[in-house]
C-alpha cells in the first residue's frame, strides 16, 4: 500500500532534550516536507526537500534540522525542543515539487513541557 | 505574495441539506488551486484540484468545487451532505514562485443528523 508513515504518532517530551520525529514514504517520490498544524494557523512548512541531499527551509524552519540522506526517509530533528514547538506535525511527499497531489501521513503529536 | 483566505472557521450543516465551504485567493498568474480534507486523527487527503480548464471541478467522495476567476473563490460544494463528511477542509493555492503549497487555516464542517 502507497503510504507516508511517521512514527511516534504521540510524544510527549521536555526542553532541551533531543528528539527525532522519522517519516517515510514507499512511493519513491522526489519531494517531501514537513509541516506544523496549529489551531488558527492551518498548515505552516517546516522545511522541505527536493530529492536526496537536497533540503530547503520553509516557512517556519527556526528549531528544526532535516536530513534526506536516502529517498525514502526525511527525519525532523528538533535539537532543543520548546514549549512553542508544542504542535501536530506532519509530513508529506509528492513526485515532484510541482506534482499536483501531496500525500500526508498520519502526524506526530508533540507536546514540550 | 500568494495567499489563500478560509472565511469561516466553522460551518454547521444538517444531513441531506448541501453545503457550501469558502474560500477565495490572491495569485499573480494562473491559479493551481486544492482541497483537502483532513478526518480525526488522520493526515490530509486529497479531494481535488483546479488547474485549467472547466470552472466546476468533480472529486472525491461527491465533492466539487467551482472557480471562479472574478470573484478569486473556489468554495467546495456537495448537493447533499452526510454526517461522515465532518472533518477539516483546507483550501491551498500553489505558490508561482515556488511550486510550494500555501494552505489555508481550515474550516471545520459539522454535519448533523
Known amino acids: 500500500e502507497a503510504q507516508v508513515t511517521q512514527n511516534p504518532r504521540y510524544l510527549i517530551t521536555v526542553t532541551g532534550k533531543k528528539l527525532t520525529v522519522t517519516c517515510s514514504q514507499n512511493?519513491?517520490?522526489?519531494?517531501m516536507s514537513w509541516y506544523r498544524q496549529d489551531p488558527g494557523l492551518g498548515l505552516r512548512q517546516i522545511y522541505y526537500?527536493?530529492?536526496?541531499?537536497?533540503?530547503d527551509k520553509g516557512d517556519v524552519p527556526e528549531g528544526y534540522k532535516v536530513s534526506r540522506k536516502e529517498k525514502r526517509n526525511f527525519p525532523l530533528i528538533l535539537e532543543s525542543p520548546s514549549p512553542n514547538q508544542t504542535s501536530l506535525y506532519f509530513c508529506?511527499?509528492?513526485?515532484?515539487?510541482?506534482?499536483?497531489?501531496?500525500?500526508f501521513g498520519p502526524g506526530t503529536r508533540l507536546t514540550v513541557l | 505574495a500568494q495567499s489563500v483566505a478560509q472565511p469561516e472557521d466553522q460551518v454547521n450543516v444538517a444531513e441531506g441539506n448541501p453545503l457550501t465551504v469558502k474560500c477565495t485567493y490572491s495569485v499573480s498568474g494562473n491559479p493551481y488551486l486544492f482541497w483537502y480534507v483532513q478526518y480525526p486523527n488522520r493526515g490530509l487527503q486529497f479531494l481535488l484540484k483546479y488547474i485549467t480548464g472547466d470552472n466546476l471541478v468533480k472529486g472525491s467522495y461527491g465533492f466539487e468545487a467551482e472557480f471562479n476567476k472574478s470573484q478569486t473563490s473556489f468554495h467546495l460544494k456537495k448537493p447533499s451532505a452526510l454526517v461522515s463528511d465532518s472533518a477539516l477542509y483546507f483550501c491551498a493555492v500553489r505558490d508561482g514562485d515556488t511550486d510550494k503549497l500555501i494552505f489555508g487555516t481550515g474550516t471545520r464542517l459539522q454535519v448533523f443528523p
Open positions: 508529506a511527499s509528492s513526485l515532484s515539487v510541482s506534482a499536483d497531489t501531496q500525500y
Open positions: 526537500s527536493m530529492n536526496v541531499e537536497v533540503t
Open positions: 512511493m519513491n517520490h522526489e519531494y
